[in-house]
C-alpha cells in the first residue's frame, strides 16, 4: 500500500500524533555491505527519507 517495494519495511501512520514528525514513521531493515553481496542494494535511512519525503525513519 504505500508503495515501497522492499522486504521487511513497516510504514506506520499516526494521523493524530501531537508532533508532526511522529505522524508518518518508516521502519527499514538497516543494511551492510554483506547484504549486499547476496540480496541486492537496499534503502539506507537517509535515502528512504528523501525519496518518500518523510522526516522519522527508524
Known amino acids: 500500500m504505500s508503495g515501497i517495494e522492499q522486504e521487511v519495511t513497516i510504514l506506520m501512520l499516526y494521523p493524530d500524533a501531537y508532533k508532526p514528525e511522529n505522524r508518518a514513521i518508516l521502519l527499514v531493515k538497516e543494511t551492510n555491505a554483506h547484504i549486499k553481496i ?3 542494494e537496499k534503502l539506507t ?3 528512504a527519507s ?5 522526516a ?3
Open 50 to 54: 528523501r525519496i518518500f519525503g518523510i
Open 56 to 58: 522519522r525513519v527508524e
Open 38 to 40: 547476496w540480496d541486492g
Open 45 to 47: 535511512k537517509d535515502k
